[in-house]
C-alpha cells in the first residue's frame, strides 16, 4: 500500500508541472496587459512607469525565464503578489480556501444524501412510478446547467413571493445560523447537479448486482432485504459510483467559480474570476495549483477507497 502511495504521488509531479506550465502560458496569450489595467485609472502614466512596474512583476522577462523563476518560487512556497490586491497570492489563498471547501464539501454531502438512498430506492423498485421519477430527476439534474437554476431561484421568487435566498456573506463565527442558511442554496444547486449522474450510476450498478448469485443467496437463507441491499449489494455497487464520484470534483470546483459570483461568496472561485478579468498571472496561477493538487489528491484518494470497500482488491 505505502509503495503504491509513493508511486501516485511521483506519478504526480509530471501531471502537476505540466498543468503549471499550461496555465502558465495560455493566460499569457490572452488578449490584454495587466500593467495596462493596473495603470488604466491613470491616464497620465509615463512610459518609464510601466516599464518599471513590468519590471517589478517581472514581466519584461522572456517567458522561458519567468517560468523558471515562477517553479523556483513555487519550490519555497512564494506564489508571488496579486496585482490586483496588491497582496501576497498565499494569504489570499489562506482566506479564501476554508469557505471553498467548506461550499464543496456541503454540495457533495447533499448530493450523496440524494443521490444513493434514491438510487438504491429505483433499483430494487425497477419501472415503478419512484423508479420513473427518480430517472427524471437523475435526468433533470445532469442536464439542467447549475447557473441557470440559480439564475431562476435568484429571480423569481423575489418576483413572485417577495424572497430571495440571501446574498449577503455571513461568516461562521459571525452568525452559525445564518451562515448555514447561507450556504444551504448554492450548494442545494450544485449537490443537484452532482447527484445526477451519481444517481443513475448507482442505480445501474444496483440492478447488475440484484442480479448476481451471490444475492439470491442471500435471500435464500432468509437475510432481510435490508440487510441484503445495504450490507452486501450496496458495497459491491460502490466501487464504479465512487469513480463517477472523483471525476465530479472537476464539476464541483466548476461550479464554485460561477455560484461564487452568483451568490456573493468570497472564495477561491470568485477570486480566480476577478484575476482573470484583471489579468491577475499570480492569482490565476496560484488558483490554479490549489485546484490542480486537490483534484490529484482526491483521485489518490478514490483509488485508496477501491481496496476499503472491496477488499479483495491489493495494491502491490
Given amino acids: 500500500m505505502n509503495r503504491y502511495v509513493v508511486r501516485r504521488i511521483l506519478m504526480s509531479v509530471p501531471t502537476f508541472i505540466l498543468t503549471v506550465l499550461f496555465v502558465f502560458m495560455i493566460i499569457r496569450l490572452i488578449p ?22 513590468r519590471a517589478y512583476y517581472g514581466l519584461d522577462k522572456p517567458l522561458y525565464e519567468q517560468f ?26 489562506r482566506s479564501r480556501l476554508p469557505i471553498t471547501m467548506e461550499f464543496g464539501v456541503f454540495a457533495v454531502v447533499i448530493g450523496l444524501i440524494v443521490a444513493i438512498p434514491i438510487g438504491v430506492l429505483s433499483a430494487i423498485r425497477q419501472d ?22 440559480a439564475l431562476l431561484l435568484i429571480i423569481y421568487p423575489i418576483m413572485w413571493f417577495g424572497w ?16 448555514i442558511h447561507y450556504m444551504f442554496w448554492p450548494a442545494l444547486l450544485l449537490g443537484v447537479t452532482l447527484a445526477g449522474s451519481v444517481l443513475r450510476m448507482t442505480r445501474n450498478q444496483m440492478l447488475e448486482v440484484l442480479r448476481q448469485d451471490y444475492i439470491r443467496t442471500a435471500y435464500s ?24 464520484l472523483g471525476l465530479q470534483v472537476g464539476i464541483a470546483v466548476s461550479g464554485t467559480v460561477v455560484l461564487e459570483v452568483l451568490f456573493n461568496m468570497p472564495g477561491l472561485g470568485k477570486f480566480f474570476l476577478q484575476g482573470i478579468f484583471n489579468r491577475d498571472y499570480p492569482a490565476i496561477q496560484g488558483t490554479v495549483l490549489v485546484i490542480a493538487s486537490f483534484t490529484l489528491l482526491v483521485n489518490l484518494f478514490v483509488d485508496l477507497c477501491y481496496a476499503w ?8
Fill in 68 to 93: 523558471v523563476n515562477y517553479l523556483g518560487q513555487l519550490v519555497t512556497g512564494d506564489l508571488g503578489e496579486s496585482t490586483n490586491t496588491e497582496s501576497p497570492v498565499t494569504e489570499e489563498l
Fill in 164 to 179: 430571495a435566498p440571501p446574498l449577503r456573506w455571513v461568516g461562521p463565527t459571525e452568525d452559525p445560523i445564518g451562515h
Fill in 309 to 316: 470497500i472491496d477488499p479483495r482488491i491489493k495494491y502491490s
Fill in 221 to 244: 437463507k432468509g437475510l432481510r432485504e435490508r440487510v441484503v441491499i445495504w450490507r452486501h449489494a450496496l458495497r459491491n455497487a460502490l466501487i464504479p459510483v465512487i469513480t463517477i
Fill in 32 to 53: 490584454g496587459d495587466p500593467v495596462e489595467i493596473i495603470l488604466s485609472q491613470s491616464p497620465y502614466t509615463t512610459q518609464e512607469a510601466k516599464d518599471s512596474l
Fill in 128 to 149: 415503478s412510478w419512484s423508479d420513473y421519477l427518480s430517472r427524471s430527476f437523475a435526468i433533470f439534474g445532469i442536464s439542467v446547467p447549475y447557473f441557470f437554476t
